[in-house]
T-cell receptor, first 109, second 112 residues
Framework: SQQGEEDPQALSIQEGENATMNCSYK?????LQWYRQNSGRGLVHLIL?????REKHSGRLRVTLDTSKKSSSLLITASRAADTASYFC?????????FGAGTTVTVRA | NAGVTQTPKFQVLKTGQSMTLQCAQD?????MYWYRQDPGMGLRLIYY???????DKGEVPNGYNVSRLNKREFSLRLESAAPSQTSVYFC???????????FGNGTRLTVT
């Protein structure tokens, strides 16, 4: 069963705007990871946030984690056409990753 | 500099046929995984190998077998393919369990 569920399922934004997507999960976790998948390719790891961390940054990415609400968010700032992809959250419980169904982001030029 | 390599990229099977999906990584990773990706379902873990010599079932192991041939290679076998196994299969590896995964580009399998 899917541990993480992303919201929204799809998102369309203008280049330069910010994109925010959320992930909710059901049980306690060791860490939460975000991945990107371009069409027809494998997933690429973006960022990992541990259960004792609340916020993490990597370039134009900002991830937050609220373990009390069992939720995480991924913010992409100043989006570019190259950010068009599907984004997945994955929760690590007992060293096995469980993926959500993903958010498809389209960045319009 | 290849990372995780999967072969073949595409395969069409008839119901009841068997085949083996190959995966190799050149990053000296200890852990390897097989996932399947279906529309609207995300990725589901089929089998994993925490280290050379060990394999364990994931969320959806029925109908599959795996072999950790050596530290580099982890194969997935379908003994008698069924239409429900039509999917995109991804192999991944990580230095140790719990660390970020490195994915191959997938094998798109269609069972008719």
């Amino acid at each position: 069963s899917q541990q993480g569920e992303e919201d929204p399922q799809a998102l369309s934004i203008q280049e330069g705007e910010n994109a925010t997507m959320n992930c909710s999960y059901k049980t306690s976790i060791n860490n939460l990871q975000w991945y990107r998948q371009n069409s027809g390719r494998g997933l690429v790891h973006l960022i990992l946030i541990r259960s004792n961390e609340r916020e993490k940054h990597s370039g134009r990415l900002r991830v937050t984690l609220d373990t009390s609400k069992k939720s995480s968010s991924l913010l992409i700032t100043a989006s570019r056409a190259a950010d068009t992809a599907s984004y997945f959250c994955a929760t690590d419980k007992d060293y096995k990753l469980s993926f959500g169904a993903g958010t498809t982001v389209t960045v319009r030029a | 500099n290849a990372g995780v390599t999967q072969t073949p990229k595409f395969q069409v099977l008839k119901t009841g046929q068997s085949m083996t999906l190959q995966c190799a990584q050149d990053m000296n990773h200890n852990s390897m995984y097989w996932y399947r990706q279906d529309p609207g379902m995300g990725l589901r873990l089929i089998y994993y190998s925490a280290s050379e010599g060990t394999t364990d079932k994931g969320e959806v192991p029925n109908g599959y077998n795996v072999s950790r041939l050596n530290k580099r290679e982890f194969s997935l076998r379908l003994e008698s393919a069924a239409p429900s196994q039509t999917s995109v299969y991804f192999c991944a590896s990580s230095p140790i369990q719990g660390s970020p995964l490195h994915f191959g580009n997938g094998t798109r399998l269609t069972v008719t």
